[in-house]
């Protein structure tokens, strides 16, 4: 099993920029594919980012591409997402999930394991 905590959401102005933070439990925290994932009221949940095992492959939601980076740090069992240059549009809920799988990982199905969300809200 593995246990996700969110944390480092907030409120910021437009152009501003938050740092996201996951912490991970369990021993295999290393073998998964750590994900983003956000979704804003009325709205479906949608991915944002995900990075590899090995830390070297990053994938982007279009809408982010540019302006958030994920990492990851194995050793302390964290994955992060630093996001520069907030848009009004950014505002939602955000979350980190976990999945067994190295391939279509932009698709929630593939996660099997999800933290409770950080409120994101980008004032105008």
């Known amino acids: 099993q593995v246990q996700l905590v969110e944390s480092g959401g907030g409120l910021v102005q437009a152009g501003g920029s938050l740092r996201l933070s996951c912490a991970a439990s369990g021993r295999t925290f290393s073998s998964y594919t750590m994900g983003w994932f956000r979704q804003a009221p009325g709205k479906e949940r949608e991915f944002v980012a995900a990075i590899m095992w090995g830390g070297g492959r990053t994938y982007y939601a279009d809408s982010v591409k540019g302006r958030f980076t994920i990492s990851r740090d194995n050793a302390k069992n964290t994955v992060y997402l630093q996001m520069n240059s907030l848009k009004p549009e950014d505002t939602a809920v955000y979350y980190c999930?976990?999945?067994?799988?190295?391939?279509?990982?932009?698709?929630?199905?593939?996660?099997?394991?999800w933290g409770q969300g950080t409120q994101v809200t980008v004032s105008s």
């Open positions: 999930a976990a999945s067994p799988y190295t391939f279509n990982t932009d698709s929630p199905t593939r996660y099997n394991y």
